[in-house]
C-alpha cells in the first residue's frame, strides 16, 4: 500500500513542491499552522524517523534548517519551528513551520488552506531559495516533483 506521501511524490495526486532531490523532497501541507509550513519528506518511505539512516536523518534536518531560515526571511517571523509526529501519515515526514507564536507549532490547529493561498506561499519560498543559492534544487514546474537522478 502507497502512502499519500508516494502519491504526492510520483504525481499521482497533487502536490507544490519547493525542493525535490534524490533523498527527500519538500512540499506545502494542505492544512498549514501557519503560513509557508512545508514537509521536509525522504522519498524512500520509512514509517517512523528513528528508522531512518543517519544519512538520510541528517540531510532531512539539513534541508529543513535550510527551509527554516528561508521562511523567517519570506513570512518575517522571528523563528522556525520543527515538529516530527507521523501519526497522521506512515512516512516518515518533518513539519517546518514559520513560527509568530507557540500556537504556530501546535499541529491541533492545523486549518485547509486555499488553492491560492497554497500556491502563493510555495512560489515565495521557492523564489527565495533560488535567491539565497539553492537553485539547483528547486524543481522546474512547482506542481510536478522530478524523478530521482539514480
Known sequence: MSTVFEKIISGEWAGRFCW???SCVVFATIAP???GHMLVVPREPWAKWTDLPAEVAARLFEVARIIGSVQET???VPRSGLVIAGFEVPHTHLHVIPLRSE???SLANATPASDEAL???TARLRTALV?????EFIPPEMNVCPPTSR
Do not use: K, R, S
Not at 535567491?131 to 537553485?135: K, N, R, S, T
Open 103 to 105: 500556537a504556530d507549532v
Open 74 to 76: 519570506v513570512f518575517d
Open 33 to 35: 499552522t501557519a503560513p
Open 131 to 135: 535567491e539565497a543559492g539553492f537553485g
Open 119 to 121: 500556491d502563493d506561499t
Open 20 to 22: 525535490a532531490e534524490d
